[in-house]
């Protein structure tokens, strides 16, 4: 007994001691206070409503599925499976890079033990689930939408890491495709009639910064994307087989109403039009090229079948587009063959290099295309600032290069490739800084951190803070943020009373309106994903008129050039004189439309391989840095701790780069697999791998 008491002394020491040294720390704002944490975070503390995901919310087939699983299974396990189709499917529909939302998939699959395998198509998804046993396939359309790219990522490294459960993760997956997780600003323009204001500012910025058009062509194609968009928003209201008329009939009007204007030649504009400038200026909204340089990386990275596809299947959708325009030119024209030729002369005589406004426009420009994909607005200047890079990089190298090398593409290889370098390695740079600077934020709000931090780190929280505060006040940040921040101060508090032995609280409970603020705050503290900051820039940096061009010169071929050449004959005629002749000769170096096929391929080809140089520059720098500054590791972590903050590491660099998403690819992926058999062999087979794991009540920020 006295040797109990003796120890219950010691230990008291040691903890008042602990806590006088920390408590100085924290006062003199040392480095150390940087790396003194809470045992748990708020997240353990909170005792949660049993919310539950309601299953007969599923489709029929996903739901019979999820009944045999969980009767082999059980609840949790299934219900893995579930998130993890889900998570596919949403990030597809969203357009996310199928390498990367394979890698997820696969971080799931491994973390989780699932059986499962899937083949992620253009537009169908098949997923193979029990090794087989069952079999889903989904046709799933797709659309830009950055932010669920970046949300459902989220909430499945949310997931991966324990920060939340699958009934939690599952309902949260829920709401943000009920918008729930949007900002109000970002609702107007997700979806009719609130999409339509984008339309026209993108197609006459479009025009004058990317095609040749000037001032006269940007108020036309504002006219035309306008009258777009509303095709569009009845042709979706209508529904049905009617969207499938979407492509020929926006087309064909903007044929029609470019062409009248050139035909009524109203105050003489009609012979001043560059119809090709406000063609594609239009029609730029409908041009997927990104879909070019996605599947020229499949192709790299053995997809062979999905980027084949993929790229044969946006040249026949703008063939689609062209034709529909070139019938909209014969409803009005009598000639279009002739008009579209005699205004291709009226292109380019604004030289942009020299005009102060170039810069402006462009990020203008830029803004419509974020817009387009849904970017929320509270994170514009990230992707404006990850697009002027990228643009001006390609500009300035082409610029260069192009009296150089006037007669081969590569001035546009190069200045594509290095866009493309650059635009990577400065969203990868922005990313870790944002992220870096966010930690601060975090760790504060969800009590992460015990005492203050540095100087350094006091500064980022309060710019944090400060940030949340102006954008809700411009209407563009998120009201949750605001209510958490409120709602930080009182768990604070509470959980001070239910740490402190002389008072009666005894657990942390929150609302159901409270939860959900509470829920978000956690998924919003995960790693912003880099690929829904870097494809608007892809999407700017991508040529996807130059295939439209391709189609257009098919469908009003143009003349050949051609000169007469006087050919003297080796050949000695009966009266002793050289005869001589004249032929006509075509030129070997057309106008640019004859070499736009080969263009198409240079530049899509150059993208994709700068997108792959620039992440192998990232990881490798990563690789470097770590070494060399992040030797260290917390003494205070147990080997089972730093082995899973380890895991965590390794999966979230993984998931920024192409590399190998298959099990039998993946040396160690493979061990941990066959080291998971035979404890499975030597322990028994476990029914519900997770039960296990639920019991333990252990978690891990």
Same mark, same amino acid.
Request: proline share 2%; aromatic share 12%.
């Given at each position: 007994?006295?040797?109990?008491?003796?120890?219950?002394?010691?230990?008291?020491?040691?903890?008042?001691?602990?806590?006088?040294?920390?408590?100085?720390?924290?006062?003199?704002?040392?480095?150390?206070?940087?790396?003194?944490?809470?045992?748990?975070?708020?997240?353990?503390?909170?005792?949660?409503? =049993?919310?539950?995901?309601?299953?007969?919310? !599923?489709?029929?087939?996903?739901?019979?599925?999820?009944?045999?699983?969980?009767?082999?299974?059980?609840?949790?396990?299934?219900?893995?499976?579930?998130?993890?189709?889900?998570?596919?499917?949403?990030?597809?529909?969203?357009?996310?890079?199928?390498? !990367?939302?394979? $890698?997820?998939?696969?971080?799931?699959?491994?973390?989780?033990?699932?059986?499962?395998?899937?083949?992620?198509? &253009?537009?169908?998804?098949?997923?193979?689930?029990?090794?087989?046993?069952?079999?889903?396939?989904?046709?799933?359309?797709?659309?830009?939408?950055?932010?669920?790219?970046?949300?459902?990522?989220?909430?499945?490294?949310?997931?991966?890491?324990?920060?939340?459960?699958?009934?939690?993760?599952?309902?949260?997956?829920?709401?943000?495709?009920?918008?729930?997780?949007?900002?109000?600003?970002?609702?107007?323009?997700?979806?009719?009639?609130?999409?339509?204001? &984008?339309?026209?500012?993108?197609?006459?910025?479009?025009?004058?910064?990317?095609?040749?058009?000037?001032?006269?062509?940007?108020?036309?194609?504002?006219?035309?994307?306008?009258?777009?968009?509303?095709?569009?928003?009845?042709?979706?209201?209508?529904?049905?087989?009617?969207?499938?008329?979407?492509?020929?009939?926006?087309?064909?009007?903007?044929?029609?109403?470019?062409?009248?204007?050139?035909? /009524?030649?109203?105050?003489?504009?009609?012979?001043?039009?560059?119809?090709?400038?406000?063609?594609?200026?239009?029609?730029?909204?409908? +041009?997927?090229?990104?879909?070019?340089?996605?599947?020229?990386?499949?192709?790299?990275?053995?997809?062979?079948?999905?980027?084949?596809?993929? +790229?044969?299947?946006?040249?026949?959708?703008?063939?689609?587009?062209?034709?529909?325009?070139?019938?909209?030119?014969?409803?009005?024209?009598?000639?279009? =063959?002739?008009?579209?030729?005699?205004?291709?002369?009226?292109?380019?005589?604004?030289?942009?290099?020299?005009?102060?406004?170039?810069?402006?426009?462009?990020?203008?420009?830029?803004?419509?295309?974020?817009?387009?994909?849904?970017?929320?607005?509270?994170?514009?200047?990230?992707?404006?600032?990850?697009?002027?890079?990228?643009?001006?990089?390609? +500009?300035?190298?082409?610029?260069?290069?192009?009296?150089?090398?006037?007669?081969?593409?590569?001035?546009?290889?190069?200045?594509?490739?290095?866009?493309?370098?650059?635009?990577?390695?400065?969203?990868?740079?922005?990313?870790?800084?944002?992220?870096?600077?966010?930690?601060?934020?975090?760790?504060?709000?969800?009590?992460?951190?015990?005492?203050?931090?540095?100087?350094?780190?006091?500064?980022?929280?309060?710019?944090?803070?400060?940030?949340?505060?102006?954008?809700?006040?411009?209407?563009?940040?998120?009201?949750?943020?605001?209510?958490?921040?409120?709602?930080?101060?009182?768990?604070?508090?509470?959980?001070?009373?239910?740490?402190?032995?002389?008072?009666?609280?005894?657990?942390?409970?929150?609302?159901?309106?409270?939860?959900?603020?509470?829920?978000?705050?956690?998924?919003?503290?995960?790693?912003?994903?880099?690929?829904?900051?870097?494809?608007?820039?892809?999407?700017? !940096?991508?040529?996807?008129?130059?295939?439209?061009?391709?189609?257009?010169?098919?469908?009003?071929?143009?003349?050949?050039?051609?000169?007469?050449?006087?050919?003297?004959?080796?050949?000695?005629?009966?009266?002793?004189?050289?005869?001589?002749?004249?032929?006509?000769?075509?030129?070997?170096?057309?106008?640019?439309?004859?070499?736009?096929?080969?263009?198409?391929?240079?530049?899509?080809? /150059?993208?994709?391989?700068?997108?792959?140089?620039?992440?192998?520059?990232?990881?490798?720098?990563?690789?470097?840095?770590? $070494? &060399?500054?992040?030797?260290?590791?917390?003494?205070?972590?147990?080997?089972?701790?730093?082995?899973?903050? $380890?895991?965590?590491?390794?999966?979230?660099?993984?998931?920024?780069?192409?590399?190998?998403?298959?099990?039998?690819?993946?040396?160690?992926?493979?061990?941990?697999?066959?080291?998971?058999?035979?404890?499975?062999?030597?322990?028994?087979?476990?029914?519900?791998?997770?039960?296990?794991?639920?019991?333990?009540?252990?978690?891990?920020?």
């Amino acid at each position: 007994k006295s040797r109990l008491q003796s120890c219950a002394f010691s230990l008291a020491y040691c903890v008042d001691t602990e806590r006088i040294m920390g408590s100085n720390d924290a006062e003199k704002g040392s480095s150390r206070s940087d790396k003194r944490t809470y045992t748990q975070s708020i997240r353990q503390k909170v005792t949660f409503e =049993k919310r539950r995901f309601d299953v007969k919310t !599923l489709p029929a087939d996903l739901h019979r599925v999820y009944k045999k699983v969980e009767i082999e299974r059980g609840e949790e396990y299934a219900l893995t499976y579930v998130f993890t189709i889900r998570t596919a499917i949403e990030l597809h529909r969203a357009w996310h890079n199928t390498l !990367l939302t394979a $890698k997820i998939l696969q971080q799931l699959k491994d973390k989780y033990k699932l059986h499962l395998a899937w083949e992620l198509g &253009v537009v169908k998804l098949k997923f193979h689930i029990e090794d087989g046993l069952y079999e889903l396939q989904y046709k799933v359309p797709y659309d830009y939408d950055s932010e669920f790219q970046d949300l459902y990522m989220r909430i499945a490294i949310a997931y991966l890491d324990e920060h939340i459960t699958v009934h939690q993760g599952l309902i949260y997956q829920d709401e943000t495709k009920a918008g729930k997780h949007t900002a109000k600003t970002g609702l107007f323009i997700r979806a009719f009639p609130g999409r339509l204001v &984008v339309y026209p500012f993108e197609a006459a910025t479009c025009a004058v910064i990317f095609f040749g058009g000037d001032w006269v062509d940007f108020g036309i194609a504002a006219i035309t994307g306008l009258a777009s968009g509303l095709v569009e928003y009845l042709l979706v209201t209508i529904g049905g087989s009617a969207t499938l008329l979407i492509d020929v009939l926006v087309g064909v009007s903007t044929g029609v109403i470019a062409s009248l204007f050139f035909d /009524s030649n109203i105050d003489g504009i009609g012979g001043q039009l560059c119809l090709p400038s406000i063609f594609l200026g239009t029609l730029y909204w409908y +041009f997927y090229g990104t879909a070019f340089v996605l599947g020229i990386l499949e192709i790299i990275s053995g997809e062979l079948q999905t980027g084949v596809v993929r +790229f044969l299947a946006v040249a026949v959708k703008t063939f689609i587009l062209s034709l529909g325009t070139s019938f909209g030119m014969q409803i009005v024209l009598d000639s279009p =063959k002739d008009v579209w030729f005699d205004t291709v002369g009226n292109c380019g005589t604004i030289d942009l290099s020299v005009q102060w406004w170039r810069i402006p426009l462009y990020l203008a420009c830029s803004a419509s295309a974020l817009a387009q994909y849904r970017f929320p607005h509270v994170d514009y200047w990230r992707g404006l600032s990850v697009q002027l890079v990228g643009y001006e990089v390609q +500009f300035q190298i082409f610029q260069a290069l192009m009296q150089r090398q006037s007669r081969d593409f590569l001035d546009t290889a190069s200045s594509n490739t290095a866009g493309a370098i650059a635009a990577v390695v400065f969203a990868s740079i922005l990313q870790r800084t944002v992220d870096n600077v966010a930690y601060y934020y975090h760790a504060r709000v969800l009590q992460r951190h015990k005492g203050k931090f540095s100087p350094f780190g006091e500064f980022c929280y309060k710019m944090s803070e400060i940030y949340i505060r102006i954008t809700n006040c411009l209407g563009f940040g998120k009201k949750n943020d605001v209510v958490y921040l409120r709602m930080a101060a009182k768990l604070k508090e509470q959980r001070e009373e239910m740490e402190n032995p002389a008072h009666s609280r005894t657990e942390i409970m929150l609302t159901l309106e409270e939860e959900i603020v509470f829920i978000e705050a956690i998924v919003q503290a995960e790693d912003l994903n880099i690929w829904a900051l870097l494809m608007p820039t892809v999407y700017q !940096l991508v040529p996807g008129s130059l295939i439209a061009r391709l189609w257009f010169n098919v469908i009003f071929p143009p003349l050949l050039d051609s000169e007469e050449t006087t050919i003297v004959s080796d050949v000695i005629d009966g009266t002793n004189n050289f005869s001589s002749f004249t032929i006509p000769l075509v030129t070997p170096f057309q106008t640019d439309e004859v070499n736009i096929s080969a263009a198409l391929l240079v530049v899509a080809a /150059s993208l994709a391989l700068g997108l792959l140089i620039g992440f192998v520059i990232v990881e490798q720098a990563t690789l470097f840095l770590k $070494k &060399v500054f992040c030797r260290k590791t917390d003494d205070n972590l147990t080997a089972s701790e730093y082995r899973l903050e $380890k895991q965590k590491s390794e999966r979230k660099d993984a998931r920024h780069f192409f590399s190998h998403t298959i099990n039998e690819n993946n040396f160690e992926s493979v061990e941990a697999l066959s080291e998971s058999s035979q404890d499975d062999e030597e322990n028994g087979f476990n029914e519900n791998p997770m039960a296990e794991q639920a019991q333990k009540e252990v978690h891990f920020e």
